[in-house]
Each structure stands twice: as structure tokens, then as C-alpha cells.
């Protein structure tokens, strides 16, 4: 991921910082192909637009054409901008500051990997957490979903609530609730029904899950490989549900960067975590300023 954006603004900086001397002209011209190197990148256009006239306007300014090296100090400022536009300074932690079980909702469309993300969050809260996890699938829809989550507990040795079939959504929510508490679990992770597309259904599902769980985080997972479709996904969940983070998957595939860029600022929600792989530890929590360190090489 990244690689070809990182490859494109690394010609345009090597370009800026081979000159000494800048003009006005020249740090124009370099915007114009970072602009190109975005779009191509995939990211929305107003997030181009704003971006590329923030930058602009910073490193027009006199104090970095005249200073000793302006090359590095345009390089500086794109850099600050790409942590800006990725989430800013700040890593957005997990809020678990409720009283145990705190809850855990986890919702996306199908195929983004919301239950191998869940399983991987899953072990992260115990292994580097010291977190007592439960985890329960409150897909009722697809036939293998909540086996699909059994085998992955197993495999990550976090416990899942027992399967009782026939039970609908809000009745496994509140069975888990409950065994939750009686076992005196931290985080209790609920993965809930995919769809294939965003619809009503889906969206009461996942409110009438919430009301009953109360989830101090929401976590949408998108899918990284789906560029611009996975911050409209975003969008539409956002309106609906009161979204804390997003996991964005597949980073370690070949997206071009388009929904990591433009996520926060079309959607306002903080990128949580980043999974890089089908391994069950294959998640980084994402950080934006070691992001857009890759990115600028
Ligand atoms: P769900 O339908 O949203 O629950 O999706 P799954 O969790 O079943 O994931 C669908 C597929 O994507 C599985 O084969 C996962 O192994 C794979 N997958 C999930 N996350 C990642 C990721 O970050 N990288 C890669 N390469 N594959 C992933």
C-alpha cells in the first residue's frame, strides 16, 4: 500500500530539495504533481483540493523561500499536512474507561473482515492488554458465521458465547451480556451481521444491538482494497450509528491509499486500527505520523 503514491511524491520532493534556491513557481509546480499524485492515489477530491491549497499557501510564504534550506521546510510541511489529513498527532486509543463488560460493537458489510478483525482485536486486548475478552457473532444470517468465530476463538484462545441456534441478534446480545458479567469478562466484543449492501434492515439491526449493549466503541471495518467505496461505507454507517473508529483491512494488499487518505476528513472518524494480513496478530494499531512517514519514505 502506498507504494506508488510514495514513489510519485518522492520524485517531486527530490525534484524541490535539489534546488537550494525556491521560487514561488516552483513550489506550484510541485504542488500540481503532488495534487496528480493524489488523485491517482485515489483520494476524494475536496480532500485533494483542501489539502493542496493548505500546503500551498504555508510554504508560499516568504519565511520558507528565504530561508537556508526551503526545500526541506515545503517537505516539512506536506509532511505535518499528511498527519493532519491521516488524524492527526495523536494515536486514537480504545476507550475502555466503562464499567465491565465494556462492550465492543463491531459492524461492516460482508467480506470487509469484521470477524477476523474481531478475533485479532480480540487478542490484542488480552495479550497486550491483560484484558479478560468474550467474543459472540450475532450473525444469524450466514449459516457459518458464528462457527466461523467459534474456530477463530480457539485459535486465538479468547472465549466465544456457545451457540444456541434459532436466537435472534438482540437475544444473543443479551445472553452474552449476561454471561459476560457472570464470568466477569473486561471486553465483550459483539460481531454483528454483515450484508452485502448498506440497507434498513442492517441499520435497525445494529440500533436495536446497541441499545440493548450500550457499546463504548462502535468499530466500522472497511475494506482498504475498496478505495473511495469504504469512506461512502463509512459515510452511510456514520449516519446511522454512532461510529467511534474505523478498522480500515487489507493494508497489506496493494490499495492505493485512497480510503486511509481520505477517510478522516470526508467521514470525521479516527482510523483505529490497520490490518496488514489473514494471520490472527496481522493488526497494527494505526499511528498517522508513522503512516505518513512511509509515505514521504
Ligand atoms: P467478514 O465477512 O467481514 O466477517 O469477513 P472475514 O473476517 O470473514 O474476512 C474475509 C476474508 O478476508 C478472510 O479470508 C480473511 O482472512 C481476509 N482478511 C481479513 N482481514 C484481512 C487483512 O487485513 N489482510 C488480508 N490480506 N486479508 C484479510
Known amino acids: 500500500m502506498f507504494d506508488s503514491l510514495s514513489d510519485r511524491l518522492g520524485g517531486v520532493f527530490d525534484k524541490l530539495r535539489g534546488r537550494g534556491a525556491l521560487k514561488e513557481q516552483d513550489v506550484r509546480d510541485a504542488m500540481r504533481e503532488v495534487r496528480i499524485a493524489l488523485l491517482e492515489a485515489d483520494v476524494a477530491l475536496p480532500v485533494v483540493r483542501r489539502f493542496v491549497d493548505q500546503v500551498t499557501e504555508k510554504a508560499v510564504g516568504q519565511s520558507v523561500l528565504r530561508s537556508v534550506t526551503p526545500g526541506q521546510q515545503v517537505v516539512k510541511i506536506v509532511n505535518d499536512a499528511l498527519v493532519e489529513m491521516l488524524g492527526g498527532d495523536t494515536t486514537p486509543e480504545l476507550d475502555l474507561n466503562a464499567a465491565p463488560p465494556v462492550v465492543i460493537m463491531m459492524v461492516g458489510l460482508q467480506g470487509s473482515g469484521k470477524t477476523t478483525s474481531t478475533a485479532k482485536i480480540a487478542k490484542l486486548l488480552k495479550e497486550k492488554h491483560g484484558k479478560k475478552a468474550m467474543m459472540a457473532s450475532l450473525d444469524v444470517n450466514r449459516p457459518a458465521a458464528q462457527e466461523q468465530l467459534k474456530v477463530l476463538g480457539e485459535q486465538v484462545d479468547v472465549a466465544t458465547l456457545p451457540i444456541i441456534p434459532g436466537q435472534q441478534p438482540t437475544e444473543i446480545a443479551t445472553r452474552a451480556l449476561q454471561a459476560a458479567k457472570l464470568q466477569a ?47 461512502n461505507v463509512a459515510q452511510s454507517f456514520s449516519g446511522e450509528v454512532d461510529l467511534t473508529g474505523v478498522v480500515l483491512t487489507r493494508m497489506d494488499g496493494d490499495a492505493r491509499g485512497g480510503a486511509a487518505l481520505s477517510m478522516r476528513a470526508v467521514t470525521g472518524k479516527p482510523i483505529k486500527f490497520a490490518g496488514i494480513g489473514e494471520k490472527a496478530d496481522a493488526i497494527e494499531v494505526f499511528h498517522p505520523g508513522r503512516v505518513a512517514g512511509r509515505i514521504l519514505g
Open 185 to 231: 469478562i473486561d471486553v465483550l466484543l459483539l460481531d454483528t451481521a454483515g450484508r452485502l449492501h448498506v440497507d434498513q434492515q442492517l441499520m435497525d439491526e445494529m440500533k436495536a444491538v446497541a441499545a440493548i449493549s450500550n457499546p463504548r466503541e462502535t468499530l466500522l471495518v472497511v475494506d482498504s482494497l475498496t478505495g473511495q467505496d469504504a469512506v
